[in-house]
């Protein structure tokens, strides 16, 4: 980082301040909207006066090295930007972002790569039609968009993300973490906290950087679900 990223961190607070105003009256999606009608890029994460964004991608991207990925997920993928990365990693791979406006963005910086593919969709009403597809799952400064962020909420969220993975399958959760006693910072490590402790995620490994926290998580098959896809049922894990 230089100091010029700390202009970054301001614009992304006036953003998210935004966001939360608008969210109160209009709802989540139009929120979204609004803010990428306004700013073409909200959180400045593709302008090259900043080198954090991409910097973070990059190094998310690096504790990846070496694997390759059939089908991948990025959950909340705004303009795309660790999904242009990822892309020699992962035959295809879907984005999904609540903001119609960020997938035609998106659409565009990706026009030259033809294994991504970038949709509208709500994170909270994923359709089931989605369940073990990928065995990569992104999650990049996503959740704490979610709203209320509860622990019911985060608990559900690991079950629902653990459903689209396929058994043994990765999750990547990546969010920022400055200090640890900031408010944004105890958010973040609730986050992590509640994917670690499900019952279907193992925690593999977990990095601490300036300023971002990573997760590597691994998708553990209940017996439930094992009885239910082997029986032909059509039940889910997030059920049990």
Request: glycine content about 6%; hydrophobic content about 40%; some cysteine.
């Amino acid at each position: 980082m230089t100091p010029r990223d700390i202009g970054l961190f301001l614009m992304s607070a006036r953003t998210d301040a935004a966001i939360g105003r608008l969210r109160a009256t209009k709802g989540a999606r139009a929120a979204f909207e609004a803010v990428y009608s306004r700013w073409n890029d909200p959180w400045s994460s593709a302008s090259p006066r900043y080198r954090y964004q991409r910097r973070k991608y990059e190094q998310v991207v690096g504790m990846l090295s070496g694997r390759h990925f059939r089908e991948a997920l990025d959950l909340g993928c705004g303009l795309g930007l660790l999904a242009e990365l990822l892309a020699p990693q992962v035959d295809e791979l879907l984005g999904l972002d609540i903001a119609e406006a960020a997938i035609e963005r998106a659409r565009q910086r990706a026009a030259h790569l033809p294994n991504l593919c970038f949709e509208q969709a709500d994170i909270l009403d994923l359709p089931r039609t989605l369940d073990r597809s990928f065995d990569l799952v992104l999650l990049a400064d996503t959740l704490y968009y979610l709203s209320p962020l509860d622990e019911a909420t985060l608990q559900r969220m690991a079950l629902r993300v653990a459903d689209l993975l396929v058994p043994g399958g990765l999750c990547v959760l990546v969010n920022h973490y400055f200090f640890a006693i900031d408010p944004d910072s105890r958010r973040s490590r609730r986050i992590h906290r509640a994917f670690s402790l499900s019952p279907r995620f193992h925690l593999d490994c977990e990095h601490r950087k300036p300023f971002y926290l990573v997760s590597l998580l691994t998708e553990q098959l209940d017996s439930g679900a094992v009885v239910a896809i082997t029986s032909g049922h059509d039940g889910n894990a997030a059920d049990n």
